[in-house]
């Protein structure tokens, strides 16, 4: 056994019941024990000593008078990478005030820096990708208005001694796997066929990047990772966000950008003129939340990060395991046609 990947521990219900005994149960004191957990891996990638998971835990507390009541308690947990950022995120997201009447984010409760890990109250419901799945129109019109307003919300938090909680993914240069490893492993599998294109594309979304960061740009708090499967519909009229690894200080055009190209990405499989009104109702909306101009300099740094994301869709269909050559090639296409390269 000495040779168990540690993070099995998390599989195991006694384990579990033990740590949250200890590390969560102070964090409810209206409950006073915790009778069972049901383990419900959501990631599962582990191998011999690293892994990368999330987990989901539906906890079962037990009240004064006898009664059960359940708290969906999530882990993320990564060997290699940090997740204590998570943690701090979530902190420092709940002191501003980002959960409103119409928001709600994940609790954060302890980070376990054995597991390397952040350990946090999840949010039920279904996302904004299943009711798009679902062809419910209504409710994706209401989840895409009430987004913008999230948006607009996040991005006007104070950033006044707010660390960068993310440094590395704050920039299109940094953000990993990063061009080098992106042109070898596309190079190796595809004998560097597509390497002149996406160095071009990855040159280009960098030196746009860095030219307006260099102007004195004024950063926001952006969620970094924007994306319908992201945005958690908790009620009527009521939205949660999660996925938190990626938030760091950057331009707010990033999470515009992102949001927009995958929302239309998923969109335009179901329904083309479905797609470009849903597009204008989340861009319409956030300008008129938060009194922007869609001007030219907003529209540049927009086109730079719909793009970047297009980009790394392509990237996923090239490199990811059962690839999609025709996939990956006709987006690239339509990037190369979209920046003239």
């Known amino acids: 056994m000495k040779n168990m990947n540690k993070i099995l521990n998390l599989f195991d219900e006694e384990f ?27 990631k599962n990638m582990v191998w011999r000593t ?26 993320s947990a990564h060997s290699n990478e940090p997740r204590r950022n998570v943690y701090s995120v979530l902190k420092y997201l709940w ?14 409760i302890f980070y376990s820096q054995e597991f ?27 989840i895409v208005a ?19 909680f993310n440094t590395e993914n704050s920039r299109i240069a940094t953000v990993i796997p990063g061009k080098a490893k992106v042109l070898e492993g596309v190079g190796k599998r595809y004998d560097n066929k597509y390497n002149s294109d996406l160095e071009k594309i990855y040159d280009y979304l960098i030196a746009q990047e ?12 952006i969620h970094g990772d ?18 938190f690894t990626d938030l760091c200080l950057g331009d707010r055009a990033r999470d515009l950008g992102t949001f927009v190209q995958q929302l239309e990405y998923r969109l335009r499989v179901e329904d083309a003129v479905w797609s470009q009104q849903v597009r204008d109702l989340f861009l319409n909306t956030y300008w008129k939340e938060s009194g922007l101009k869609f001007d030219d300099n907003l529209k540049a740094r927009f086109r730079v990060y ?36």
């Open 50 to 75: 690293t892994y990368h998971v999330v987990i989901g835990f539906e906890t079962h507390f037990l009240t004064d008078e006898g009664d059960e009541r359940e708290v969906l308690i999530v882990c």
């Open 226 to 243: 924007a994306h319908p499967e992201n945005i958690i519909r908790t009620a009527p009229g009521r939205l949660g966000l999660i996925d």
């Open 16 to 42: 579990v019941l033990k740590l949250f005994r200890q590390e969560v149960l102070p964090h409810y004191p209206e409950f006073i024990g915790i009778k069972r957990v049901k383990i419900n891996p959501y």
């Open 306 to 341: 719909y793009n970047w994301t297009a980009l790394r869709t392509v990237i996923y269909w090239f490199l990811r395991f059962g690839h999609n050559e025709a996939k990956a090639l006709s987006l690239l296409e339509e990037i190369k046609a979209d920046l003239k390269i």
């Open 95 to 108: 002191k501003v005030g980002l959960p409103t009447k119409f928001i709600d984010l994940p609790d954060p």
């Open 146 to 164: 009430e987004a913008a307003r999230l948006f607009t919300r996040l991005h006007s938090l104070p950033i006044a001694g707010a660390a960068n």
């Open 210 to 221: 860095e030219k307006y960061f260099a102007s004195g740009a004024t950063l926001t708090v």
């Open 116 to 142: 390397n890990g952040t350990f946090y109250a999840g949010l039920k419901g279904d996302n904004l990708l299943y009711y798009i799945k679902s062809h419910d129109f209504p409710v994706v019109n209401e």
